[in-house]
Structures are given as structure tokens and as C-alpha cells.
């Protein structure tokens, strides 16, 4: 019984494969070396799915004029994979520019979609097309297009998710593909503030990339300042293009309402603006 049982789930999984692989015969050696997802059978080879061979998903971006923008994802497979198993109509994915219309477009078109597919050995673009075999499928996205709308965070432009939509044959078996897609991101909650009511604006539902799950040439660095943390506004290492002395310069937090008259301050006007009448600019000696 045991026995008949164990070859029932060998059968079912060859069957698995030969559907995923749209109808094509399954070699011979995969057909009865078959064993239940994740599980070696007889040192032939095994059957397991996407989510389980799937062990990250890393957005690789860069600084773009219209802000930060995702480049490439890198997804992470537990085994190495030949160059020639992996196509473009083998993922599905989803990312910040797939969320913008054309109205939030000042120029291009398909923002975030797919454009190259291939492996490589390392979480990185290869200029050359990637490696002949590679534990990372790097999957290049359209970004020739620029963007009017602005996220509330780059984190949100970082977030990423991708679904294996064919089987991958490897040297080790077969890769199903898969249920769900692999994310790095989090849904969060922003609630942002009206200063012409004095009120908190209704929550607005982002995706936000995990800390760690993304990279965005360009920022090193840098330090992000934010409202919450009580940093906002704080730049440093600037000078005045009327004398060329070094300064800091410190901006602090100011809120704009309505009627609120802006101005410029600072020589040639090319530092941040703020409200007129209001003492929330000014320069101190760098030292």
C-alpha cells in the first residue's frame, strides 16, 4: 500500500511537470527519478516548486531625474540555473512603475515592464547579458520614461514582486512554477497631514521594499531626514555662490497654508524654499 501510494505522488508530480512544460514529453530520467517537492529521489534529480527554490527577491535601483527608479530584480534560486531555461514569458512581475498611468507620465510609455531576462552569478546587471549559468535571474525593466508623480518614499519605488509562470529545468530537476508571487515588500500605512484643515489626510496604502531587500546606486552616502525622527530639513556642507564660503545651512520644519507667500533665500536662489516672514532659514559658519 505504501509502495502504491509512493508512486501515485511520483506519477501526479510527472504529470505536474509535463503540464507546465505545456505538453512536452518529460525526459526519462526526470519521469522516474520524480520525488515529493524538495525531497532527493535515488541521487537522480528532483520535483519542487518556485516558492521553495525561490530564496529572495532584491530590487536593484538607481537615481533617476524624477526620483529613485527600479533598474533590474534580482531573484535568488537555491541551485545554479542555465542561461538557456530561463525567457521573459517565464516571470511575471510587479513593480512601482506598473502602478503609473499615462496621465502620471510626462514621458515614455510601459513604465516597469519587462525588458530582459537572463542569469548571472551575482545580484547585479551585466552589461554583457549575464553568465552561462547562475544562482540569480536578473529580470531589467523599462526605464525610459519619466514620471510627474512623486511616491511618499523611495522604499515604494523599490518594492517588487515576481511569479514563475513555467517550469525551469536544471541540473539538479525540475522547477514548478509558481502559486504566488515572492515579494520584498510590506504593505504600510501612510497618513499624511492637511495643513489647511489641521487634520490628518485619509490613510493612503503603499507598498513599502524590506529594508535590505533593495539597493539604489547613487545614494551612498546619504542620510535620510524625516518629520518623524525630528531631522527633516537638515542639510549640510553647502556655501554661498556670492562669497564661497563653506556654510551649514539648517532649515527647519515649516508647514504651508493657504495664502502662504514663498520666496527663495540664499544667493542665486539654489537653495530650498521656504515661507516668507517665517524664521526657518538661515546660515551659520561651518567650521
Not at 123 to 145: F, K, L, Q, W
Not at 246 to 267: E, H, M, Q, S, Y
Amino acid at each position: 500500500m505504501r509502495r502504491r501510494r509512493k508512486q501515485g505522488g511520483i506519477a501526479v508530480l510527472a504529470l505536474a511537470v509535463a503540464i507546465a512544460l505545456n505538453g512536452q514529453a518529460l525526459p526519462a530520467e526526470a519521469s522516474t527519478a520524480a520525488a515529493p517537492a524538495g525531497q532527493q529521489a535515488d541521487g537522480q534529480g528532483f520535483v519542487t516548486t518556485a516558492e521553495q527554490a525561490i530564496k529572495s527577491v532584491k530590487a536593484l535601483g538607481f537615481v533617476d531625474t524624477d526620483g529613485s527608479k527600479l533598474r533590474a530584480i534580482a531573484v535568488e534560486y537555491d541551485r545554479p540555473i542555465a542561461a538557456k531555461a530561463v525567457s521573459k514569458d517565464a516571470f511575471a512581475i510587479e513593480d512601482y512603475g506598473m502602478t503609473l498611468s499615462e496621465k502620471d507620465l510626462t514621458q515614455g510609455s510601459a513604465p516597469g515592464a519587462v525588458e530582459k531576462v537572463y542569469v548571472n552569478d551575482a545580484p547585479a546587471v551585466s552589461a554583457a547579458g549575464g553568465t552561462s549559468s547562475g544562482r540569480y535571474v536578473i529580470i531589467e525593466v523599462n526605464t525610459d520614461y519619466q514620471a510627474g508623480r512623486f511616491p511618499r518614499s523611495y522604499a515604494i519605488t523599490m518594492a517588487a514582486g515576481v511569479k514563475q509562470c513555467k517550469a525551469i529545468h536544471t541540473a539538479d530537476g525540475f522547477i514548478l512554477p509558481s502559486e504566488q508571487a515572492v515579494t520584498n515588500y510590506t504593505q504600510k500605512t501612510y497618513i499624511g497631514y492637511d495643513p489647511q484643515t489641521g487634520r490628518a489626510r485619509a490613510p493612503e496604502y503603499y507598498h513599502y521594499a524590506n529594508e535590505g531587500a533593495y539597493t539604489i546606486a547613487g545614494l551612498e552616502g546619504y542620510q535620510l531626514h524625516t518629520i518623524e525622527d525630528g531631522t527633516a530639513f537638515h542639510a549640510t556642507h553647502c556655501f554661498d555662490e556670492a562669497n564661497v564660503h563653506k556654510k551649514t545651512l539648517v532649515i527647519r520644519p515649516a508647514f504651508f497654508g493657504k495664502g502662504d507667500k514663498i520666496r527663495r533665500c540664499g544667493a542665486a536662489g539654489r537653495v530650498p524654499r521656504t515661507i516668507a516672514g517665517h524664521p526657518s532659514c538661515g546660515w551659520r559658519n561651518w567650521k
